[in-house]
């Protein structure tokens, strides 16, 4: 009886042992394959106003899977008015992981004062290059230029601090017969932030039609900070 009893123990376990067997071999793997998003020419172009903006375009894939088709672009460029232009790429997977990139479209106006720049400023030992500004034209006479620093503050010293600090020094200028610059006003500006009392001036200034470059010499903070401005 004992010996019947353990046979019939020794076949349960034999069989709950197969069904587990069986179990974890019918079991699917689940593989998750991320997009892969390449953009086709280069994240920057330069632009003169007039010209027609031709998506230079791009290609999307997950695993083997080509999902071109699936990405998405916000933004837009507007080759009437001189400025900076972020597009902005973006594409995800069948389990909603999304990658994203971004290509800039700079537009420049070769023969006007009011156009796109690229900043370059100098002050003692700091030295900082590439920062976007834009002059406008506010058809009274008077230009916009959206940072009088050049992009010092915003974009070389205390990146990532926009928006809770507003460091572009907005400002009216006028461009005088003899293309020396004028300032007019500054805005509102988080100077108090950077402990910065002295009212901003410009010293000198001067704009080059030939080459389309802007030289500034701005009284900041005591100091003289140099702007050099170019298309």
Excluded at 158 to 175: K, Q
Excluded at 198 to 208: A, H, K, M, N
Excluded at 215 to 231: D, E, N, P, Q
Aim: proline residues 4%; negative net charge; glycine residues 10%.
């Amino acid at each position: 009886m004992k010996k019947f009893i353990y046979s019939i123990m020794v076949s349960g376990a034999l069989l709950f042992a197969t069904t587990s067997c069986e179990d974890s071999v019918d079991d699917p793997s689940v593989v998750t394959y991320f997009a892969e998003l390449t953009l086709n020419g280069d994240d920057f172009i330069k632009l003169s106003v007039g010209d027609t903006y031709t998506e230079p375009g791009y290609t999307a894939t997950e695993g083997e899977e080509d999902i071109t088709d699936r990405v998405v672009i916000s933004g837009t460029v507007d080759t009437t008015t001189p400025g900076f232009y972020d597009l902005t790429y973006s594409v995800a997977n069948t389990d909603g992981f999304s990658v994203t990139d971004t290509r800039q479209v700079m537009v420049v106006d070769p023969n006007n004062f009011a156009s796109a720049y690229f900043g370059e400023t100098a002050i003692g030992t700091r030295h900082y290059t590439d920062a976007p500004v834009v002059i406008s034209d506010n058809g009274d006479g008077t230009y916009t230029i959206d940072d009088l620093l050049g992009g010092f503050q915003w974009y070389g010293l205390n990146p990532g601090f926009e928006p809770t600090y507003d460091f572009h020094a907005e400002a009216i200028i006028t461009l005088n017969a003899d293309n020396t610059i004028s300032l007019q006003e500054v805005g509102s500006w988080s100077s108090d932030a950077l402990g910065i009392t002295d009212p901003l001036t410009i010293q000198s200034g001067s704009y080059d039609p030939a080459t389309g470059v802007i030289t500034l010499a701005i009284g900041y903070a005591g100091s003289t900070l140099s702007v050099t401005l170019t298309k």
